[in-house]
């Protein structure tokens, strides 16, 4: 009876850690889901374009080192593609904007944060970042400038000009740019926290270790138990 409820603990425990958190929406608008995945190279490519083409115009990935889009089998650049990247940059710099912060909010009213803990940092992750990017409206009370009303945003006004051109573009553009902002959520999700796919493997298999380990105890248990009167 009692190996059945260790064992029912260890399940229990491994359904746990696998459910992602389904985490709601501080403030705004309910969220729009960003369909990410971080194991998927080719979004992770394509995210990574977008950031450095459209969001390093202003925001700096300081924890994101180019040598590390080398090194992350998930990105897996080459060594090629990482020069063309950072230009005079060294490769174990981070992914720094050449915009500097100041000059950034001497336009902008607000100085562009440092993205490389965005997702983790935000309620909402992900489908945080993806809302935001699909989510610039003309402000239904006519107050908040164009390209600075964002129902997402808490408060709705947002300092940051409309980065994927969302407001006013032709619906023939609709898909491309919702994958844009599909793919710069994937993206910023995996340097969030980069070793995430390497953790969810190795303990995959610490769970089948212990439930391994649970039986073969079980089974001797039971076999030095077996002839003792009790
Ligand atoms: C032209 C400059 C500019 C570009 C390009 C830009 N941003 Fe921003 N971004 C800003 C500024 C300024 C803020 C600060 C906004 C505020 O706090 O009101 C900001 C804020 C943000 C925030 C934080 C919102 C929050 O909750 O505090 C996120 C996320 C973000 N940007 C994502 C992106 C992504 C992704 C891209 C590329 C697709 C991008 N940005 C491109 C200027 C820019």
Redesign the pocket.
């Known amino acids: 009876m009692k190996t059945t409820n260790t064992l029912m603990a260890i399940l229990a425990i491994a359904v746990m850690g696998f459910s992602t958190s389904a985490m709601a929406s501080g403030g705004g608008a309910a969220l729009k889901h960003a369909e990410i995945d971080v194991t998927n190279q080719e979004q992770l490519r394509r995210g990574l374009t977008?950031?450095v083409d459209?969001?390093?115009?202003?925001?700096s990935a300081k924890y994101m080192t180019y040598r590390g889009l080398m090194a992350y089998p998930e990105l897996a650049l080459t060594r090629e593609e990482v020069d063309d990247l950072r230009g005079d940059k060294s490769l174990m710099s981070g992914m720094i904007s050449d915009?500097s912060p100041e000059d950034?909010?001497e336009?902008?009213?607000?100085?562009?944060?440092d993205?490389s803990l965005?997702v983790p940092g935000?309620r909402g992750g992900a489908d945080?970042?993806y809302s935001?990017?699909v989510g610039f409206e003309h402000d239904p009370d006519g107050k908040i400038p164009d390209g600075n009303y964002n129902p997402f945003?808490?408060g709705g006004?947002?300092?940051?000009?409309d980065?994927?051109s969302w407001l006013d573009h032709d619906a023939a553009d609709t898909a491309e740019l919702e994958q844009?902002?599909h793919d710069?959520?994937a993206f910023?999700a995996f340097i969030g926290d980069p070793h995430q796919n390497e953790r969810r493997a190795i303990g995959c298999w610490v769970v089948g270790f212990l439930v391994l380990l649970t039986l073969v105890l079980w089974r001797l248990k039971v076999e030095v138990w077996k002839d003792v009167k009790h």
């Not at 006004?157 to 000009?161: C, N, T, V």
């Open positions: 977008v950031f459209v969001c390093m115009g202003c925001h915009m950034a909010t336009s902008y009213g607000k100085s562009p944060p993205l965005i935000r945080y970042i935001l990017m945003y808490p006004r947002i300092a940051m000009p980065p994927l844009q902002a710069v959520s910023l």
